[in-house]
């Protein structure tokens, strides 16, 4: 049985995306058959992972318009593509009894063919995210360290504790990590110590610097591993992948 891994946060441009793609492709590269879900309206996880156009996509599967498929993106590593139109799941589905449990009914038949799969929430706390927190086992948060971090952190973790109560009572937060983190700078190391105080325990060691070649990667659909294998984004990540299985 997959682990079921969601990468969220309520503010957008804090690396989300980006560590789904690169902790997905870390896991493949150590020998784990990993599935990633595009469940962000933006579709970039898409984007930067094919080439090609995706026939099928998560929120057709979704409507039940066919069968979810997944899209082979890398060694271990498929992709259930996104679409834009997902931004519309809410208005189509909203009165629907269960809507809750929709993508967890989708993912079950890959529950045994994948160790693990990631799914890439959009940066809004509606029924999207509510779909991806009731089948999940473990959220990750990405955030920045900077002024103000700590809204969304504390937005999800209060959705995280009504979930447990109605629909997924053994969901846990998985872990905070910081991305665009420069350890030189002040105010970073501050607000990194705030956190670590205040959610003991949560706060991951892995950190993601600023990296150009994670920018580039995905202009040319790759993983950072495969684009820049050296680089410090692919050290990075390397680290954060091993702190994620040792959890």
Same mark, same amino acid.
């Given at each position: 049985m997959s682990?079921? %891994?969601?990468?969220?946060?309520?503010?957008?441009? *804090?690396?989300?995306?980006?560590?789904?793609? =690169?902790?997905?492709?870390?896991?493949? #590269?150590?020998?784990?058959? *990993?599935? %990633? *879900?595009? !469940?962000?309206?933006? +579709? =970039? %996880?898409?984007?930067?992972?094919? +080439?090609?156009?995706a026939d099928k996509n998560v929120y057709g599967a979704l409507l039940a318009d066919y069968k979810p498929h997944a899209y082979k993106v890398g060694e271990n590593l498929g992709l259930l593509a996104g679409s834009t139109a997902i931004s519309g799941f809410e208005k189509v589905k909203g009165d629907e009894l269960d809507r809750e449990y929709l993508l967890k009914e989708l !993912?079950?038949?890959?529950?045994?063919? $994948?160790?693990?799969?990631?799914?890439? $929430?959009?940066p809004a706390l509606g029924l999207i995210t509510l779909n991806a927190y009731t089948c999940a086992d473990?959220?990750?948060i990405p955030l920045?360290?900077? !002024?103000?971090?700590?809204?969304? *952190?504390?937005?999800v973790i209060e959705l995280v504790g009504k979930v447990q109560k109605r629909m997924n009572p053994g969901l846990q937060?998985?872990?905070?990590?910081?991305?665009?983190?420069?350890?030189?700078?002040? !105010?970073? #190391?501050?607000?990194?110590?705030?956190? #670590?105080?205040?959610?003991?325990?949560?706060?991951?060691?892995?950190?993601?610097r600023e990296s150009i070649a994670l920018g580039e990667a995905p202009h040319l659909a790759q993983d950072?591993?495969?684009?820049?294998?050296?680089?410090?984004?692919?050290?990075?990540?390397?680290? %954060?992948v091993e702190e994620i299985l040792a959890r």
């Open positions: 682990k079921i %891994l969601a990468f969220t946060n309520q503010k957008g441009g *804090v690396g989300k995306t980006t560590s789904t793609a =690169n902790i997905g492709a870390g896991l493949a #590269r150590a020998g784990h058959k *990993v599935m %990633l *879900v595009d !469940l962000d309206p933006q +579709t =970039n %996880l898409t984007k930067g992972l094919m +080439t090609g156009k !993912l079950e038949p890959f529950r045994e063919k $994948c160790a693990y799969i990631l799914l890439d $929430c959009p473990a959220l990750y920045e360290a900077q !002024l103000y971090a700590t809204d969304g *952190v504390e937005k937060v998985g872990g905070i990590f910081f991305t665009r983190y420069d350890q030189r700078k002040v !105010l970073r #190391r501050d607000t990194a110590d705030q956190l #670590r105080a205040k959610y003991p325990g949560l706060v991951l060691n892995a950190t993601i950072i591993f495969t684009y820049a294998p050296k680089s410090a984004g692919a050290t990075d990540y390397q680290a %954060l």
